[in-house]
């Protein structure tokens, strides 16, 4: 059974920095891209960023150019560093392998990301 396990959230000041972090256990994870999810109140989940297993990175026209996405297969985890914060990137962040671009397993619990202005 796939466990994704998100951590790394709080309450950050606009323009401060973070990084997300998530566990992934009971899956070959290397064989998998990975990708960012966030759910802002009373929207859908949308996909932040990506990496592929062979460590190519997509990202939202949103984030682009403030986080970065990156993976370490020796550790089954990928992270996520989000810079330059604002406001309209609180919600809860989640993680997911991706297959077919497709999210793969059971979501886990997510992360909460609060940006003040």
């Known amino acids: 059974q796939v466990r994704l396990v998100e951590s790394g959230g709080g309450l950050v000041q606009a323009g401060k920095s973070l990084r997300l972090s998530c566990a992934v256990s009971?899956?070959?994870?290397?064989?998998?891209?990975a990708g960012w999810y966030r759910q802002a109140p009373g929207k859908q989940r949308e996909l932040v960023a990506s990496i592929s297993s062979g460590g190519g990175t997509n990202c939202a026209d949103s984030v682009k150019g403030r986080f970065t996405i990156s993976r370490d297969n020796a550790k089954n985890t990928v992270s996520l560093q989000m810079n330059s914060l604002n406001a309209d990137d609180s919600g809860i962040y989640y993680c997911?392998?991706?297959?077919?671009?497709?999210?793969?397993?059971?979501w886990g619990q997510g992360t909460q990301v609060t940006v003040s202005s």
């Open positions: 997911n392998l991706l297959y077919g671009g497709v999210p793969r397993f059971n």
């Open positions: 009971g899956s070959t994870f290397s064989i998998y891209s």
